[in-house]
């Protein structure tokens, strides 16, 4: 009697890791293009404003650069489940996963 008229769609990590990424960056650089040459005309004249500017762009690109570290780092994890030793031979039990001890 009530069933859903859509069905769900699942995405699997790594694709939602790479849209997330691809999205962010691509609204930061529509946002940059639109916007930034005004904002750096107005308040790049002001020494406080361009050192906040150059400030919120240090923080925008090091943002930018954690998230697709995350999602290459994620698409390596994904891709193998391999751990491997450079003295021995690669072994797949015993690994040690990060946060195990937490």
Known sequence: MLTPHLTEVRMGARSKDFTIAFLLTALDVVVL???????WRVWGSVPWGRFC????AGVAAF?????????????????????TNPNSEP????????????
């Open 63 to 83: 943002t930018l650069s954690d998230v697709w570290a995350y999602v290459f780092r994620g698409s390596q994890r994904f891709a193998t489940n391999v751990c």
């Open 53 to 56: 500017l150059l400030l919120l």
């Open 33 to 39: 293009g639109d916007n930034g040459t005004a904002i």
């Open 91 to 102: 072994k797949v039990s015993g690994c040690a996963v990060e946060g195990a001890d937490v």
